[in-house]
């Protein structure tokens, strides 16, 4: 059955037609790679996911449960988290305290616990204990103190990655998780997202880079002017000369 | 004596407006500009409340609370899909309608004129007649502000203030109701702004609209700039700076004409320099605006 899907969505902004009639389904796990070239609609999708903005016409459900005009607080709160293409994060917060941020059900985020915090120590060392084996998973734990602003730009995405699993996400919802990182850390990227897979996890991501695409997507899903025009195996569709054509162009 | 006891208290309120405006404007990044509104509400109804109902002290302060917490949530749920500047504006419009309440409402606020006769505060049986007292009161004030906002600082609940503050989509993408944070933070401070408006008319004896301007708004950001946003202690001594250093300014020698209007030159001045050399102020974690 189904996770995550979506029918017939439409999105324009002013004369642009971001998403065109998409519709698409996605298994309950795998790893599901999205190319196309810029502007095809790939973040837009992405957005209209996880509720950052809203589609003109369609729907999308998780489960049964239709997620469209759901706000995105409440989407993720469903088990979807997403990264972004540019790496948000609290950069002049400790990195331990990002990852701390994105556990769920904390009893201390009600303002009457937070002037009055019983029970609250003990969630906290917990949510603590946790954090941080998420970021030996992801390999922070050296930078657990450090202000995230101050890692580099594949630590961020390394991070990001910890901060999604801290929300117990069963669908990672990743917008180019290796761009711009150095080879050596896009492998272990790559590493972390292939044993997130094992553990039953649905990843979805968008890329550019088709070495990444190759090596660990299971799925592809080509999109261009707002349309998917392509989906099926990576090895079979990436040696398609339209599909390259298309995605070049 | 009984002129350093006065300033005390004046300063001790401030430290409570200071304190309470830098959980919104330091911690969550939402520079408000109704902070003397809120000041008001708080001392308006109280002082209603206990001329016209006899209520206690801590009753009227209390409601006079709830009052301001309230009308913040007409101010806050409009005015928080606003960003930055615009939201700032915004509470820079109600700011000015709550003063035109304050000075043409004659018939519940006496209007210009102000109301008289608040009687003093009554707390466990205790009648607080003078200065020392009030004092001790207003001290009791700030350490609960000071408290308060330092665990909330601490806690979970200051972790996504923080977030919000930094990256709201960030916070929003894990699962964060972000409107949530900001109303109630919102509600939150302007209910302590609404107890130090109590305090203070309670004290006085006397209120009138030229106490809660849009200057008074100004002056307490100000404060939270001088002092430092985003740490609990830069508002304390942002207050005391900008309450005590003027009053030096009598023993200057300046005729008492000029030494009144040389404070608004010295707020002036002491911002613009502190914008240049040190804009984070005295303490601060963060600019405000960074």
Known sequence: MPVLRCENLDKAFGGVR????VSLSFPGEGIVAIIGPNGAGKTTLLNVFTGFLRA??????????????????????????RTFQDLRLVRDAPVLENVLLARPHQRGERL???????????????????????????????????LAGTLSWGQQKLLTLACCLAAEAQVLLLDEPVAGVHPQLIERILELLRKLRSEGRLIIFIEHDIAAVKQIAEHLIVMD???????GEPAILLERPEIMEAYVA | MEYLLHIAIIALCFVVLAVSLDLLAGQTGLLALSHAAFYGLGAYTSALLAIHAG?????????????????????????????????????????????????????????????????????FGMTIESRAGYVLLAGVFAVVAIVVVRRIARSPFGRVLRAIREDEPFATALGKNTTRFKVTVFA???????????????????????????????????????????????????????????????????????????????????LVVMMMFRPRGLVGQYGLGE
């Open chain 1, 18 to 21: 971001a998403l065109d009639g």
């Open chain 1, 112 to 146: 009457l616990s937070a002037i009055f915090p019983i029970g609250v120590a003990a969630q906290e060392r917990k949510n603590c204990e946790r954090a941080t084996e998420l970021l030996d998973f992801v390999g922070l734990t050296s930078k657990s103190s450090a």
């Open chain 1, 225 to 231: 002017d707002g349309r998917v025009i392509a989906e």
């Open chain 2, 188 to 270: 939150l401070s302007a209910a302590m702004a609404a107890s130090a408006g109590s305090l203070y008319g309670h004290y006085n004896s006397y209120i009138d609209p030229s106490s809660f301007t849009v200057l008074e708004s100004i002056l307490v950001v100000s404060m939270v700039i001088i002092g430092g946003a985003g740490s609990v202690w830069g508002p304390v001594l942002g207050a005391i700076v900008l309450v005590a250093l003027p009053e030096a300014l009598r023993f200057v020698g300046l005729p008492l004409a000029v030494a009144a209007n040389m404070r608004q030159i010295l707020y002036g001045c002491l």
């Open chain 2, 55 to 123: 209520a206690p002290f801590l009753l009227a302060m209390s409601a006079g609370m709830l009052v301001a917490a309230f009308v913040s949530l007409l101010v806050s749920i409009p005015s928080l899909r606003l960003h930055g500047d615009y939201f700032a504006i915004a509470t820079f419009g109600f700011q000015m309608i709550l003063y035109s309440v304050f000075n043409n409402w004659s018939e519940v606020t006496g209007g210009s004129i102000g109301i008289s006769g608040i009687p003093r505060a009554r707390v």
């Open chain 1, 56 to 81: 003109d016409a369609g729907r999308c459900f998780y489960g049964d449960q239709v997620i469209t005009s759901l706000p995105p607080y409440q989407i993720s709160r469903t088990g979807i988290v």
